[in-house]
């Protein structure tokens, strides 16, 4: 399925910080500085085909997963997203010299 082309239907808000985050739902056994997230604001007035559609994008190309819906007066709605943060360690011996 190609990317959907265009601008999407929402704006990035900044997200918040991870010790802010205490009341975001996480895995059993994990804290949420674990997970990056992301807040999307949706207008009033937006189709919720259009919406649907660009999360499904955001989830599947960007590994999204859906933690938030809320809905606020005057029609805007909140969705919270987030996603684990992968972290690395070196297989390889230390380098000698």
């Given amino acids: 399925m190609p990317r959907p ?17 205490r009341d975001l739902p ?3 056994g994990r804290s ?3 997970y990056e997230f992301q807040v ?5 007035g937006t189709s919720i085909r259009s919406v649907r559609t ?5 989830s599947e190309y960007g590994r999204w997963d859906l933690v938030r819906t809320r809905h606020y007066y005057g029609g805007e709605k909140r ?3 987030r996603r684990r943060i992968i972290r690395v360690s ?3 011996p230390a380098a000698a010299g």
């Fill in 32 to 34: 949420p500085e674990d």
């Fill in 40 to 44: 999307l604001a949706v207008p009033r």
């Fill in 79 to 81: 969705v919270w997203m």
């Fill in 5 to 21: 082309q265009g601008p999407p239907p929402f704006r990035r808000l900044p997200a918040p910080p991870p010790r802010g985050a």
């Fill in 54 to 58: 660009a999360l499904a994008a955001e």
């Fill in 90 to 92: 070196s297989t390889l």
């Fill in 26 to 28: 996480v895995e059993k």
